[in-house]
């Protein structure tokens, strides 16, 4: 059980808006540490997709879009296409566990 | 450009102790801030943070398998060296190693090396 939540699965038609969220608490995100968001295709290691809460990393097109509030953080997928269909992880550090990374549980993103 | 590539056993048996080398190229560990990381993912399942290693030496460890591991550095060889011990049929998983950057994401991934545990 992480301590970064994560919706098992979202689902959305080509063309619209989807957001993950990643739910965590004081000792985590809600201490301000950056969160990080992965992307990850069956059978292919994670590739960064947001660095820092809301930078996209390198070739990552716009569509990709990071925030946070108090406790948690949300990826955001706009103009949904067929190959954003992957599975998408937070990273973030946290203070009460004392390491330096922890990891949510994943959300499968499909589209419809 | 940056690039990790593990090397190991791919099948271990159960009580035998891992071990895990991360060879890379396109940065030196002892640039400030950076660090490699291991994290693995059972069939099926979410990612899990194992330990990472910085530029100063500094280690750190997942609190449910400090006990188990061990990690080390090489930068002569620029490689970094990742044992678990007493493996058990429940670590079955791809491992990967990961470049961290000082802004503390996994920059770069290795392709990851799919280890079973098995009499």
């Known amino acids: 059980q992480s301590v970064l939540t994560q919706p098992p699965s979202v689902s959305g038609a080509p063309g619209q808006r989807v957001t993950i969220s990643c739910t965590g608490n004081?000792?985590?995100?809600?201490?301000?540490?950056?969160v990080h968001w992965y992307q990850q295709f069956p059978g292919s290691a994670p590739k960064l997709l947001i660095y820092s809460t809301n930078n996209r990393a390198s070739g990552v097109p716009d569509r990709f879009s990071g925030s946070r509030s108090a406790t948690s953080a949300s990826l955001a997928i706009t103009g949904l296409q067929a190959e954003d269909e992957a599975d998408y992880y937070c990273?973030?550090?946290?203070?009460?566990?004392?390491?330096?990374?922890?990891f949510g549980g994943g959300t499968k993103l499909t589209v419809l | 450009q940056i690039t990790l590539k593990e090397s190991g056993p791919t099948l271990v048996k159960p009580t035998e102790t891992l071990t895990l080398t991360c060879t890379f190229s396109g940065f030196s560990l002892v640039t400030n801030a950076v660090g490699v990381g291991w994290i693995r993912q059972p069939p099926g399942k979410a990612l899990e943070w194992l330990a990472l290693i910085y530029w100063d030496d500094d280690k750190r460890y997942s609190p449910s398998l400090q006990s188990r591991l061990t990690v080390t550095k090489d930068t002569s060889k620029n490689q970094v060296v990742l044992s678990m011990a007493n493996m058990r049929p429940v670590d079955t998983a791809k491992y990967y190693c990961a470049y961290r950057d000082n802004g503390g994401s996994f920059l770069v991934w290795s392709q990851g090396t799919l280890v079973t545990v098995s009499s």
């Open positions: 990273q973030c550090s946290d203070s009460r566990l004392s390491v330096p990374v922890v």
């Open positions: 004081s000792s985590n995100i809600g201490a301000g540490y950056d």
